[in-house]
């Protein structure tokens, strides 16, 4: 059986202070609500801070992204042992904002979500098609090869714990995300192939939907079988609004 996970993607905003005032937000707003896993992924200058601002709490600690050495010459890169040092238990791996600004390839990806298994962060590896990519009728090969390229190294018995978001590019950030039925469609796709390539271990990986997910449009996407929750972006900055996301997720065990 699957818990729900809702994840918050902070992306490049929040300083230390404001990261803190989110915080005690979301604190108060996340208390007392179960059946759902939480986390939040603020910018890698907060982490350390709101990592000692969730001690105690249920809410858990991820990082937007990685480098897949541990260490050495890589000015600027941030590697999974430092990560896990903070007290992150999750990793973003290949948002679609890395692919295509920073230029990520499927094969970074790969070395990203094998580095991440391997100094026991749990990735959130993102995949989904643009706007070119769906019109030209490319839809699902594009998740499939950024899928299985993405987790080629990953051994049977660590794919259990492997979290997938499809996010379809055209819809982060634009306040119109898929359809529910299109969303739950290729969730499903991403299972079967899952389940092709590590077996029954597949029905236990979480598989969250992004893309605009707010207070307005999460009721398409908590109601579909095929997803396991949200990674969501603007709407984790407010408390209440990632709140009643998380809300809206908590107890459908899958
Ligand atoms: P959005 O971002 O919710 O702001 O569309 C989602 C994401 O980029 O993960």
């Known amino acids: 059986m699957r818990t729900p996970l809702v994840a918050g993607n902070w992306k490049m905003n929040k300083t230390v202070r404001e990261a803190l005032e989110l915080v005690g937000g979301l604190n108060t707003q996340l208390a007392g609500i179960e059946g759902v ?5 603020p910018p890698f200058t907060a982490l350390a ?3 000692r601002a969730l001690a105690g709490s249920a809410l858990e600690l991820g990082a937007q992204d990685l480098h897949w050495e541990s260490r050495g010459a890589y000015t600027g890169e941030i590697s999974a042992p430092m990560l896990w ?3 992150c238990t ?3 791996v290949g948002h679609s904002e890395r692919r295509r600004g920073p230029g990520e390839s499927d094969e970074d990806v790969q070395r990203k979500v094998a580095a991440s298994l391997a100094n026991e962060l749990i990735p959130i590896l993102c995949v989904g098609e643009s706007l070119e990519e769906r019109e030209a009728g490319r839809t699902e090969r594009i998740v499939q090869t950024q899928a299985r390229v993405g987790t080629l190294n990953v051994e049977p018995d660590q794919a259990a714990s492997l979290v997938v978001a499809y996010e379809p590019v055209w819809a982060i950030g634009t306040g119109q995300p ?12 991403l299972r079967q192939w899952l389940h092709e390539w590590f077996g029954d271990r597949a029905g236990q990986i979480r598989i969250l939907y992004g893309g605009s997910v707010t207070p ?10 095929e997803i396991d929750g949200a990674l969501v972006g603007g709407a984790s900055l407010d408390a209440a609004a990632f709140a009643a996301i998380v809300q809206a997720f908590a107890g459908r065990v899958g």
């Not at 898929?178 to 796709?189: C, D, F, P, S």
């Not at 307005?216 to 079988?225: K, R, S």
Request: aromatic content about 8%; glycine content about 16%.
């Open 178 to 189: 898929a359809t529910g039925a299109e969303a739950n469609r290729i969730a499903g796709l």
């Open 85 to 87: 040092d903070l007290g």
């Open 49 to 51: 801070d709101v990592g």
């Open 90 to 92: 999750y990793v973003i």
């Open 216 to 225: 307005e449009t999460f009721g398409e996407f908590a109601g579909q079988p």
């Open 37 to 41: 896993d939480v986390v939040i992924c």
